[in-house]
């Protein structure tokens, strides 16, 4: 008599076996890294996959839809070595995280990776994720883009990135970056000195950005030239931006009324991004966000654009992805629901030379 705790017998799931080749001009230590770094972050990620490796020859085995996943990961890591890029444990979880990615299905880490921002100081910025890639192509292709997301998700220092890269192309004569001066759990007039020194620290991730892509020295010059302003959003009012590449950041703590003055500053030959996160409303007594009405104003303009970033996005610590998650989790929670924001959309595209 068989026992009913017991499993019935069955046929073991199919086992399937790929062999990959490493190009003959690449070593393994470029595609799995030193001491195989990326080789063993591969098999963290690929549950139901084996891999082995035995010179240049990769084998995977294991059920077909694991393979299968697995060898689209592979191939993505072996493009990227092939572009002259380091394969890193990051590259590897980015790969991963995008073959499972519904914005983009299909596509690979090295489209992502070979996107180059900006080269400068000694470095490269690129975009690390395809919400990233997104969102780049989006302000490169629209006058006026919405970058809506979670904290480290790279909205103000890509838009940075691209208005400094505007700048040294010549393309615009200046940038404008500001910020509303909104406290979060403090009054501005109980922090010490002028109103300079109080609306510094509101400014000071913006100067942060400018410090890691221009040389320090040459910032105060480019400042006092009025090349580049970093100033708070009451000095737009008035304003017509020509020539320029404007960046208004904490875009949630704009009242619809301020949203309103800052868009209407756009000249001719400008380019205009907005970034914020719609979870982090620092507007005293409830007052509505700019940032969370606007796409309800705006919907069907051609040449603004709208791109969600996700958790998915963040590209600082591992951990700051877990808590972004937990919090939205908790928020779901405590509300009986989500905050609605949905997928990005994108309207019309930019023509001609800016």
């Not at 996160?277 to 007052?287: A, F, H, I, K, S």
Request: a neutral charge.
């Amino acid at each position: 008599m068989t026992d009913p705790l017991t499993p019935a017998p069955g046929p073991a799931p199919e086992t399937t076996e790929r062999i990959l080749a490493i190009p003959d001009h690449l070593s393994p230590l470029q595609v799995l890294g030193e001491s195989d770094s990326a080789l063993n972050t591969l098999e963290d990620v690929l549950p139901g996959a084996d891999v082995a490796v035995r010179g240049h020859r990769i084998t995977l085995r294991g059920e077909e839809r694991a393979v299968r996943r697995a060898e689209h990961i592979v191939r993505s890591l072996i493009e990227v070595a092939q572009s002259g890029q380091t394969v890193t444990p990051e590259a590897v979880t980015r790969a991963a995280e995008l073959y499972g990615d519904d914005r983009g299905a299909g596509e690979r880490i090295e489209t992502v990776l070979a996107r180059t921002v900006l080269s400068s100081r000694g470095r490269t910025i690129r975009p690390k994720t395809l919400g990233q890639k997104q969102y780049i192509d989006a302000i490169e292709s629209s006058t006026v883009t919405f970058g809506i997301g979670p904290a480290g998700t790279g909205k103000t220092y890509l838009a940075v990135a691209l208005a400094v890269r505007m700048l040294l192309s010549k393309q615009v004569d200046r940038i404008i970056l500001t910020r509303p001066a909104v406290e979060a759990g403090e009054r501005l007039g109980f922090l010490p000195g002028g109103l300079n020194e109080k609306i510094d620290p509101y400014l000071r991730p913006l100067y942060d950005a400018l410090h890691d892509m221009l040389d320090p020295e040459s910032i105060p010059r480019l400042m006092g030239a009025g090349t580049i302003e970093v100033a708070p959003l009451a000095y737009m009012r008035g304003r017509t931006l020509n020539d320029a590449f404007i960046i208004l950041d904490e875009a949630q703590n704009t009242s619809p009324e301020q949203m309103k003055m800052f868009l209407t500053r756009l000249g001719f030959n400008s380019t205009m991004v907005v970034t914020g996160d719609v979870t982090q409303v620092d507007l005293p007594g409830g007052q509505p966000s700019g940032l969370k009405v606007v796409e309800q104003v705006l919907r069907g303009i051609d040449d603004i654009s709208f791109c969600r970033l996700t958790p998915r996005d963040v590209v600082r610590h591992r951990l700051v992805t877990d808590i972004v998650e937990a919090y939205g989790r908790w928020e779901v929670g405590s509300k009986g629901g989500g905050h609605g924001e949905g997928g990005s959309r994108r309207h019309g595209s930019k023509g001609g030379a800016r």
